[in-house]
């Protein structure tokens, strides 16, 4: 179905959410028709966020917000849906619109295998009525469910469309740019050659992608890098655990601004340990690049105050493959917790290729390698 026509049946001003390439769609939708505006449409930093701050519209307005997601964001909605919207504790109604990656019987990646077959049925064990809007759902179908979920709400409870490939259309276009000159994939490249044989830990996304390819043309193993598929924020957190286990072996995190904001409290933990054999490279194209480009609030704070205000004793932003080197060098000269921010354009390879290995190999890989260091 066309976007517009399952706005004009949702009925809403407000929308919330975290950027999904099955719901690019909506996205784009949105971001032609609202840009991001306080009054009708923020990406906030995780799904949890959105979810509240959409409870905080419908407390003030009374109105029925609309929050949307990828399905891997069903996790970090789970306590505030539990604990804040259920109709047994404050009653909030709120729409979820929720892109249904690793559908049944469709091909997709392994992160999304698990998370895809209990979709469903974790929206309905948190009392969301769900609607499944296909490819082929008609029109009339989705004013029906909407009719029946119209009810739901008037009971303070929550319902969701479930979104499936191909489900959503939108003809315009948005060009997602910024000022920056920095690719990505050639960040990964100076990230690879300055770490030589130290244990990566890389984020959500192409970053990740991007990493296994430069290894692959390298001719070198894999073994080096963690590669954190799912889990979407948690990638620095991983690599603390691994760095303060094996302290004589440096540990590096390659990072993406929408993953650091999506879970920033990660950045105070780090900075409270200050593991002296981490380096967390955080490349900032305030962008949610991999799913399609859309804006994080990144571009507008200050992640080197963030990181020195949360105790890293060394943190810097660069904008040029010269410093990036230079600064790369610095932080492995130093024996102490290093942030670099890299300013990074908005784009990627049209012909990336995902990782060829399983991600079970992948961590025995990696084990069997951090095995081998202290
Ligand atoms: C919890 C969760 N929400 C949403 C997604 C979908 N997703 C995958 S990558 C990505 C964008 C990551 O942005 P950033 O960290 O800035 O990296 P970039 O893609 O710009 O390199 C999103 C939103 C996800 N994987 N997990």
Redesign the pocket.
């Known amino acids: 179905m066309k976007v517009e026509k399952l706005v004009e049946i949702i009925g809403s001003d407000f929308y919330s959410g975290?950027?999904?390439s099955q719901l690019k769609a909506l996205c784009n939708y949105l971001m032609n028709t609202y840009g991001i505006d306080p009054k009708h449409h923020i990406i906030a930093a995780?799904?949890g966020n959105c979810t509240a701050l959409a409870a905080g519209y419908h407390l003030a307005t009374g109105k029925v917000p609309v929050v949307y997601?990828?399905n891997?964001?069903e996790?970090?909605i789970i306590n505030p849906v539990a604990s804040l919207l259920n109709d047994k504790v404050y009653a909030i109604p709120m729409v979820f619109v929720v892109g249904w990656r690793g559908q049944p019987g469709l091909h997709d990646e392994p992160?999304h295998i698990y998370q895809g077959e209990v979709t469903v049925k974790l929206l309905e064990d948190m009392d969301i009525k769900t609607f499944i809007i296909n490819k082929d759902t008609t029109d009339e179908e989705v004013a029906a469910a909407m009719e029946a979920f119209k009810a739901v709400l008037a009971q303070g409870k929550d319902v969701a469309f479930v979104i499936g490939k191909g489900a959503l259309s939108y003809d315009g276009k948005v060009e997602y740019k910024n000022d920056n000159v920095m690719v990505?994939e050639e960040i990964i490249r100076h990230i690879v050659a300055a770490s030589g044989e130290d244990p990566i830990v890389s984020?959500?996304?192409?970053?990740s992608r991007e990493l296994f390819e430069t290894r692959a043309a390298n001719n070198q193993s894999h073994k080096y890098d963690f590669l954190t598929v799912?889990s979407?924020?948690h990638s620095s957190s991983i690599a603390l655990g691994v760095a303060l286990n094996k302290p004589k072996t440096r540990i590096w995190c390659v990072?993406?601004?929408?993953?650091?904001l999506?879970h920033m409290g990660s950045m105070a933990v780090l900075g409270a340990n200050k593991p002296k054999n981490m380096i967390h490279v955080v490349?900032n194209?305030g962008?949610?690049?991999?799913?399609g480009g859309m804006p994080?609030v990144?571009a507008q704070i200050d992640l080197v105050t963030i990181a020195k205000a949360c105790g890293y004793p060394n943190a810097v932003c660069v904008d040029s493959f010269e410093a990036l080197d230079s600064e790369l060098e610095a932080a492995k000269a130093r024996n102490e917790l290093s942030l670099i921010e890299v300013k990074c354009s908005i784009g990627a390879r049209d012909d990336l290729g995902r990782p060829t290995t399983t991600a079970l190999e992948n961590k025995e890989g990696f084990m069997e390698y951090l095995k081998e260091l202290s």
């Open positions: 975290v950027p999904d995780n799904e997601m990828q891997s964001g996790g970090n992160q990505r984020t959500t996304g192409k970053a799912g979407m924020g990072d993406g601004d929408g993953a650091v999506m490349i194209n962008a949610h690049e991999t799913v994080t990144a």
